[in-house]
């Protein structure tokens, strides 16, 4: 049987990168507020641009927090404290504008809501997508983990001082050359590294091909016609929130798949996870991820919708790509059976109300096998259950 063979690319940024900075600095907001109050609402979005940096949103709490503290902290943790830097921790104007969670909304999420009373509703309408296949160990689709791995490693150097001259913005991406669904090799690598003024273009190469791509990705994936841009604009000085704005929740696709798989639009950094954009998104992927363990498929696509308010997905479907060993109405029914799926059940049999979001900004929020004490929904717990269920 012939496969068709085609390219399909990913990227990942780095901590330092504007985006990034936003999502870590929501997401560390979220944390001091779960930390002392497990009930609290958060909706935190942050901007970021030369020495600025804006929070807003909404924030119900019995939480007391500092957030200028935690803004500096956070940017400091990042890197950005070399003193010439215009994004400086130290030197940040810091504005907020936080109020509380609209008590409309809230009569939906705290279960006042007449339609289900006394049962935790949804924090808003819209679909959520989880995705898992047998490329990689993690059960993700190769481009993102290769273009993750990447960026991690710029990240692992620049801390640990083995490369002095990186700094903290950067980008990865990688094509892979498929046939049908197997990857067979890779395209083209891009590496971008914010860096010190006085390094050179050959120095920066020679470290990333033998200290980042080389660790990175595996050999046999490489050959010789495999290309690779490093820094391909021959300078990268300015970086960070100095050369670009950064928003809150404007890398979604790196934090998912890649663009493999659809992505509902919802962002993730921020939100408590009463909001079905975070929760039930980490749900479909924890399904996705244990239909393909348990053998029913070997690639999967969960999707869940909620209307704001009401407790119950209005509608569950999966999409198994040609790949299922047994029909996906089947599947759905096994799912319905196995899975919990109103919002407070989501959070409790996840356990998301935790302060662990801090740990899920960089490098994806899916994928992350080596942490299965916070990323729960990693686990495949349930693959037997749906193989039982499912005859297989």
Same mark, same amino acid.
């Given at each position: 049987?012939?496969?068709?063979?085609?390219?399909?690319?990913?990227?990942?940024?780095?901590?330092?990168?504007?985006?990034?900075?936003?999502?870590?600095?929501?997401?560390?907001?979220?944390?001091?507020?779960?930390?002392?109050?497990?009930?609290?609402?958060?909706?935190?979005?942050?901007?970021?641009?030369?020495?600025?940096?804006?929070?807003?949103?909404?924030?119900?709490?019995?939480?007391?927090?500092?957030?200028?503290?935690?803004?500096?902290?956070?940017?400091?943790?990042?890197?950005?404290?070399?003193?010439?830097?215009?994004?400086?921790?130290?030197?940040?104007?810091?504005?907020?504008?936080?109020?509380?969670?609209?008590?409309?909304?809230?009569?939906?999420?705290? %279960?006042?809501?007449?339609?289900?009373?006394?049962?935790?509703?949804?924090?808003?309408? %819209?679909?959520?997508?989880?995705?898992?296949?047998?490329?990689?160990?993690?059960?993700?689709?190769?481009?993102?983990?290769?273009?993750?791995?990447?960026?991690?490693?710029?990240?692992?150097?620049?801390?640990?001082?083995?490369?002095?001259?990186?700094?903290?913005?950067?980008?990865?991406?990688?094509?892979?050359? $498929?046939?049908?669904?197997?990857?067979?090799?890779?395209?083209?690598?891009?590496?971008?590294?914010?860096?010190?003024?006085?390094?050179?273009?050959?120095?920066?190469?020679?470290?990333?091909?033998?200290?980042?791509?080389?660790?990175?990705?595996?050999?046999?994936?490489?050959?010789?016609?495999?290309? $690779?841009?490093?820094?391909?604009?021959?300078?990268?000085?300015?970086?960070?929130?100095?050369?670009?704005?950064?928003?809150?929740?404007?890398?979604?696709?790196?934090?998912?798949?890649?663009?493999?798989?659809?992505?509902?639009?919802?962002?993730?950094?921020?939100?408590?996870?009463?909001?079905?954009?975070?929760?039930?998104?980490?749900?479909?992927?924890?399904?996705?991820?244990?239909?393909?363990?348990?053998?029913?498929?070997?690639?999967?696509?969960?999707?869940?919708?909620?209307?704001?308010?009401?407790?119950?997905?209005?509608?569950?479907?999966?999409?198994?790509? %040609?790949?299922?060993?047994?029909?996906?109405?089947?599947?759905?029914?096994?799912?319905?059976?196995?899975?919990?799926?109103?919002?407070?059940?989501?959070?409790?049999?996840?356990?998301?109300?935790?302060?662990?979001?801090?740990?899920?900004?960089? $490098?994806?929020?899916?994928?992350?096998?080596?942490?299965?004490?916070?990323?729960?929904?990693?686990?495949?717990?349930?693959?037997?259950?749906?193989?039982?269920?499912?005859?297989?």
């Amino acid at each position: 049987m012939t496969f068709r063979k085609h390219v399909f690319a990913s990227e990942s940024v780095t901590e330092g990168h504007p985006d990034k900075v936003c999502d870590a600095v929501s997401d560390s907001v979220l944390d001091a507020c779960l930390e002392q109050d497990p009930d609290s609402r958060v909706a935190c979005e942050t901007l970021v641009k030369s020495n600025l940096l804006v929070l807003a949103g909404e924030v119900t709490t019995r939480a007391k927090l500092d957030y200028v503290r935690i803004a500096r902290e956070r940017v400091r943790e990042i890197g950005y404290d070399e003193p010439a830097e215009i994004f400086h921790a130290d030197k940040l104007q810091i504005v907020y504008a936080l109020t509380q969670q609209s008590p409309d909304i809230a009569q939906g999420v705290d %279960g006042t809501h007449t339609a289900t009373p006394g049962i935790q509703g949804a924090g808003d309408q %819209g679909m959520m997508f989880g995705f898992a296949c047998r490329e990689t160990p993690e059960l993700m689709p190769a481009p993102i983990i290769f273009a993750h791995r990447l960026c991690r490693r710029l990240s692992e150097l620049r801390h640990r001082g083995v490369v002095p001259w990186l700094r903290p913005d950067g980008k990865a991406q990688v094509s892979l050359l $498929y046939e049908g669904y197997r990857p067979i090799r890779v395209e083209t690598v891009v590496v971008s590294t914010q860096h010190a003024r006085e390094v050179g273009q050959d120095t920066i190469r020679d470290v990333i091909l033998s200290e980042v791509i080389a660790k990175a990705i595996p050999p046999d994936l490489l050959d010789r016609s495999t290309r $690779y841009f490093i820094n391909p604009t021959g300078r990268f000085v300015i970086g960070g929130p100095e050369a670009d704005s950064g928003l809150t929740g404007r890398k979604i696709i790196v934090d998912t798949y890649g663009g493999m798989g659809r992505h509902g639009g919802g962002a993730f950094s921020g939100k408590d996870p009463s909001k079905v954009d975070r929760s039930a998104a980490y749900m479909a992927r924890y399904i996705a991820k244990n239909v393909v363990a348990s053998g029913a498929a070997d690639r999967a696509e969960v999707q869940l919708a909620y209307a704001i308010g009401h407790p119950d997905p209005v509608s569950i479907a999966v999409d198994t790509f %040609g790949t299922g060993k047994v029909d996906e109405q089947k599947i759905v029914d096994a799912v319905r059976e196995t899975f919990r799926l109103k919002p407070a059940e989501i959070i409790e049999e996840l356990a998301l109300l935790r302060p662990i979001y801090r740990r899920t900004t960089n $490098y994806g929020h899916f994928g992350r096998v080596d942490e299965l004490d916070t990323f729960t929904w990693e686990r495949t717990d349930r693959a037997v259950i749906l193989q039982k269920r499912l005859n297989l």
